[in-house]
């Protein structure tokens, strides 16, 4: 049985296929149509899947869509009788959306009623909770999703087990952890659709001094089953106007209208514009917001664990992507276990919506983990060496050698080591944002000045943000405070003290990093870079950011080796080929 998932006509489009409840494929649209976070439907997405399972249209026999019009249809009703601007919006997308199947028939050049499959409407959470749990390694957990909004919801909780899940509780419109987060970001002068991140890296430069406002910003909810939350509604302006993000255009960032109110900046002084200078106020306030998340969600799942006496929970939905509230869980909460969906923004609904069907609805046993994030396009020996060729970059001055792979990574991490960028491009790529050692680039993580260089040369981004490191897996409490797995790169832990001084470079201002744990059984040709950039140096331990330069991360080969010659890397790996400067070692 073949079940398409499909994230349309909303944020981080997106397109699974899970064969038999096995994944066979998962990608976002940005990945093919080069726009970063892009809506619309997922047309390339879509026929990326069906390729990978060596399917047609036609025998797929069900299509997962995580959006149910008719979840909280009376606090919509209620809201769009308030606010008619919004409704309209909302209708527009709800249009396109109900037209999924004509939209999917006409991509396919199908005709529309020969389309066997069955179509599904997941509620947005629902398929949030399912991309975590269904794909764990757990037989029972406890289950959390919370974003900025999903049908009309922005968090709910629940427990599963086996191949059901049980929803215990939500909160709706407008109270909002994740449009909290997007609100206050946008005050302190960051107010592109995704910038969250950002201010989580800037909170670690500063101090939460500002506690009792953001109390009152975001309150506990004494009423709700004691485990949600509220927000202070006169500093916002979301439930007057609506969210307004725009959604339908496939060829766009989806963009974000102004979140905050006046109250704001009357309570927490001035608001930043994004050309202004960060000042040390900025950064506390950065602070602040981190540790009021982190009081809210942290409490809201230690309330989840105590209610449900579970010892393992799956965490999805945006604010899951908050490594540093997660990293925390295991002080601050009895669980003792975490899995984090790679994808846990909504293009990660593709599969949740999949794998709701195939369990919560078609009640199949489980039978899948998703170990590894590697479900995207993959690339041959041939096709690289045609892009290889077709660029012509051993006329521009690069020499191309083809080597075995224990050469390969000798020589690599031999260019590691001596300080050189390299581009390290192999196999299938990451399903989610991060890069995980198939599209990433990678450098020495015990030179200080290799983050300013990096930032300077290849990311061009801000200062502030730190980079991240990946360790091989069976070393991670050596370098770490704590040593359970973080495959996906969604947990920051402090770094050992005595260590800091040894891997600088991919350690934040605050002591922690935000670490990817390699297994030889997620990633053989990885895990052998690091082995053997542990054999020469004694640091199991590399600096590993995302392949791009303001872009979606690369997918294809010729996109790897434009970004490389654009940014001037020393060195770049395809598969099996090193490219290097002639004359460079
Ligand atoms: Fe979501």
Not at 358 to 380: C, D, I, N, T
Request: hydrophobic share 40%.
């Amino acid at each position: 049985m073949n079940i398409l998932g499909i994230n349309a006509y909303h944020g981080n489009a997106s397109a699974a296929i899970v064969c038999e409840g096995r994944l066979i494929a998962a990608v976002e649209e940005e990945r093919f149509n080069r726009v970063k976070y892009a809506a619309g439907f997922p047309a390339q997405a879509i026929r990326y899947c069906l390729k990978e399972a060596g399917l047609t249209l036609a025998e797929i026999d069900h299509v997962a869509v995580p959006r149910d019009p008719y979840a909280r249809l009376a606090t919509k009703l209620f809201y769009a009788a308030r606010m008619p601007s919004f409704a309209r919006e909302r209708a527009r997308v709800l249009a396109k959306f109900t037209g999924i199947p004509e939209a999917l028939a006409q991509v396919f050049e199908a005709d529309p009623k020969k389309l066997k499959a069955k179509f599904h409407r997941v509620e947005h959470h629902q398929a949030h909770l399912a991309s975590s749990f269904f794909v764990s390694p757990f037989e029972r957990a406890a289950l959390l999703s919370a974003d900025g909004l999903g049908d009309f919801a922005s968090t709910m909780w629940g427990t599963g087990s086996g191949s059901r899940m049980n929803i215990d509780g939500a909160v709706a419109f407008p109270h909002s952890l994740g449009l909290f987060y997007s609100g206050v970001t946008q005050y302190l002068g960051f107010p592109k659709f995704g910038d969250e991140y950002k201010v989580m890296g800037l909170a670690a430069y500063g101090e939460p001094e500002q506690m009792e406002a953001f109390r009152e910003i975001v309150r506990f909810d004494a009423h709700s089953n004691g485990n949600g939350f509220r927000l202070g509604l006169d500093y916002f302006t979301h439930h007057r106007t609506g969210p307004e993000m725009s959604w339908a255009e496939a060829d766009k960032t989806p963009t974000l209208g102004r979140m905050f109110s006046e109250e704001m900046p009357k309570r927490l002084g001035a608001a930043r514009a994004p050309e202004e200078a960060l000042e040390q106020r900025h950064h506390n306030l950065a602070a602040s917001l981190q540790a009021r998340l982190e009081e809210v969600y942290l409490g809201m799942l230690k309330k989840l664990a105590e209610r449900t006496g579970l010892k393992a929970v799956c965490l999805a939905g945006g604010v899951a992507f908050n490594c540093v509230a997660n990293g925390k869980i295991f002080d601050a909460t009895p669980f003792e276990k975490v899995y984090v969906h790679p994808a846990a923004g909504d293009a990660g609904l593709a599969v949740g919506a999949a794998y709701y069907v195939w369990h919560q609805k078609l009640g199949k046993p489980r039978s899948f983990v998703m170990e590894h994030a590697y479900w995207g396009p993959g690339y041959s020996r041939e096709e690289i060496r045609r892009a290889i060729d077709s660029n012509g970059i051993e006329q521009k001055g690069f020499r191309v050698t083809e080597l075995a792979e224990q050469e390969l990574v000798r020589r690599t991490a031999a260019i590691i080591a001596d300080g050189k960028i390299l581009g390290w491009f192999q196999g299938r790529c990451e399903w989610g944002p991060r890069a995980l050692g198939n599209r990433s680039i990678v450098a020495d993580p015990r030179r200080p000045e290799m983050k300013e260089i990096l930032n300077r040369r290849i990311k061009h981004r801000e200062s502030f943000r730190p980079f991240a490191p990946s360790i091989l897996s069976e070393v991670t409490g050596e370098y770490f405070e704590k040593s359970h797995p973080s495959p996906f790169m969604t947990l920051a832990y402090p770094v050992r003290t005595e260590k800091r001084g040894t891997i600088p470079a991919p350690t934040h201002v605050d002591g922690t990093g935000r670490l990817q744990t390699v297994t030889r059984e997620a990633n053989p040709r990885y895990h052998a870079l690091l082995s053997a950039f542990r054999d020469l140096t004694g640091v199991p331990v590399v600096l590993n950011t995302s392949f791009n330069d303001n872009e979606p991360i690369v997918c294809r080969p010729e996109e790897a080796i434009d970004c490389f010659l654009r940014t001037q890397m020393d060195a770049l790996v395809l598969g099996d080929f090193l490219i290097t400067k002639s004359g460079a070692a």
